[in-house]
């Protein structure tokens, strides 16, 4: 994408009404616009990040055998009825009556309509175990917006929903959910650690909140110090149940809980190595049995020719809130520093001289190398000063920056920088065969 044709709207002050860097770093890199509190218009270059961070969402709940669908954001108030929760969830739901007076809702989460459309589809014990999940934009009141994405009233969320004939193969899908998360939060760069916590309105008796550490959280946590050291999840083999449970197992020893689930017996005996801080709740996972599947009536056939209740579980990533998690993690005084695997192009390619004829035919061809390759490049080609086109590198944080100038190119060579590392003159050759590689 050549910079010139592109609608990127940065800021070179930083907002007053954006309390946290991540918030404010979106909001100059040009990625958001608040069009009402809490509500947020995506640019191209956040579109292009939601994007990223989404497929590998997908990536990973499609390898742990989750079924992607997409239901309506829209949903009726029966449903809810149905459930209890349509009173129960209280002043967080936006509730809308459509013109023939009928009761609407903008869905908050969903286990209601994925319990109905199974309920629609399954027959028999045959159509156990599944697993049901989709990307979408969810609606929450919330009484205090805040923290832009991270805490948004309009946001988009992976939510999936389990279904099982017994509570092994349930407690199966759940750990299977937990190690697809601990993949997706590392494939992003983050540390998330699992912690013990409360069900709030979903309900149930198992849950844990997957927490990134970050002094601008809101979750106050507490864990063992081994939780610092990152944990290598590629070699676990997920369709194998017992190996699976006893690495969780093994994993749970050490002691994480969120603040309405703190253990005074296991922090004692944590003892010195008990740490306390403050976390992003990236994503959050429930086992909650019959909860929905009994107060809708929801059966199967068991082999018997019994009725089966299933089991469920749900299990939420915030999507648009990891953007927010991920800045605050990866930043410094200049800007974003976009780990690879969701950054919005890879290569910032910046040209210093669009009006010498050398620059503009060496940049010109390193984008057009590069692009053929596959490689992502953002081209700066505007004519601009070099120190702003650096400023506009550095905040929006692309992992490499390819400066074309005149002194280089008379001696043949272009500089390669790592966002927020080392750089070093390379030929232009060198520098596309290290891009591509
Ligand atoms: N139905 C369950 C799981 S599918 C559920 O709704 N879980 S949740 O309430 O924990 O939400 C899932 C995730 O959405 C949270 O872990 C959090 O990362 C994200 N989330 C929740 N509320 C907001 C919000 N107001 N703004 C941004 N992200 C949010």
């Given at each position: 994408m050549r910079l010139s044709r592109y609608f990127l709207p940065v800021l070179k002050e930083t907002p007053g009404d954006a309390q946290v860097v991540s918030h404010q770093l979106m909001l100059r890199a040009g990625m958001i616009r608040q069009t009402a509190a809490g509500?947020?218009?995506?640019?191209?270059?956040?579109l292009r990040v939601l994007k990223k961070i989404e497929q590998i969402v997908r990536e990973e709940q499609d390898r742990a055998g989750a079924?992607?669908?997409?239901?309506?954001?829209?949903?009726?108030?029966?449903l809810w009825k149905q459930s209890g929760r349509y009173e129960a969830y209280g002043p967080e739901m936006l509730r809308i009556v459509d013109r023939h007076d009928r009761e609407m809702l903008f869905s908050p989460t969903a286990e209601e309509l994925f319990t109905v459309i199974f309920q629609n589809g399954a027959k028999s014990y045959r159509d156990l175990p599944r697993n049901l999940y989709q990307i979408q934009w969810k609606f929450r009141d919330e009484v205090r917006p805040r923290f832009g994405v991270l805490r948004g009233r309009e946001f988009l969320m992976k939510d999936a929903y389990s279904f099982d004939a017994d509570f092994a193969g349930a407690r199966h899908s759940y750990n299977r959910m937990f190690i697809a998360y601990m993949r997706t939060f590392a494939r992003m760069g983050l540390h998330a650690i699992p912690m013990q916590a409360?069900?709030?309105?979903?309900?149930?008796?198992?849950?844990?909140?997957?927490?990134?550490?970050?002094?601008?959280?809101?979750?106050?946590?507490?864990?063992h110090e081994n939780w610092e050291k990152g944990r290598d999840t590629?070699?676990?083999?997920?369709?194998?149940?017992?190996?699976?449970?006893?690495?969780?197992?093994?994993?749970?020893?050490?002691?994480?809980?969120?603040?309405e689930k703190r253990d005074a017996a296991a922090e004692a005996a944590a003892g010195a190595a008990l740490k306390q801080s403050k976390g992003i709740e990236v994503g959050q996972v429930f086992y909650f049995g019959d909860k929905y599947t009994k107060a809708m009536g929801v059966t199967v056939q068991g082999p018997d020719g019994q009725p089966v209740t299933p089991l469920m579980g749900s299990y939420g990533i915030g999507v648009s809130r990891l953007m927010g998690a991920i800045i605050e993690a990866c930043h410094d005084k200049d800007g974003i520093i976009w780990p690879e695997a969701v950054a919005p192009y890879k290569v910032a390619l910046i040209n210093l001289r669009v009006d010498d004829a050398a620059c503009a035919a060496a940049a010109d061809g390193?984008?057009?190398r590069l692009t053929a390759a596959g490689v992502e490049v953002l081209y700066d080609d505007r004519d601009e000063r070099g120190g702003a086109k650096f400023a506009t590198a550095d905040l929006i944080g692309l992992p490499w920056q390819l400066v074309v100038g005149p002194k280089g190119l008379a001696s043949g060579v272009v500089e390669l920088k790592r966002r927020g590392g080392d750089k070093s003159e390379v030929g232009i050759d060198a520098a596309v065969a290290q891009l591509t590689a």
């Open positions: 509500i947020y218009a995506w640019l191209p270059l956040g079924i992607e669908v997409l239901m309506p954001t829209i949903q009726s108030a029966e409360d069900t709030g309105p979903i309900g149930g008796d198992l849950s844990h909140e997957f927490i990134v550490l970050a002094p601008t959280g809101e979750s106050d946590v507490f864990y590629d070699h676990i083999e997920a369709d194998d149940a017992g190996a699976l449970e006893a690495y969780i197992d093994g994993l749970n020893a050490d002691y994480a809980a969120t603040d390193l984008y057009a």
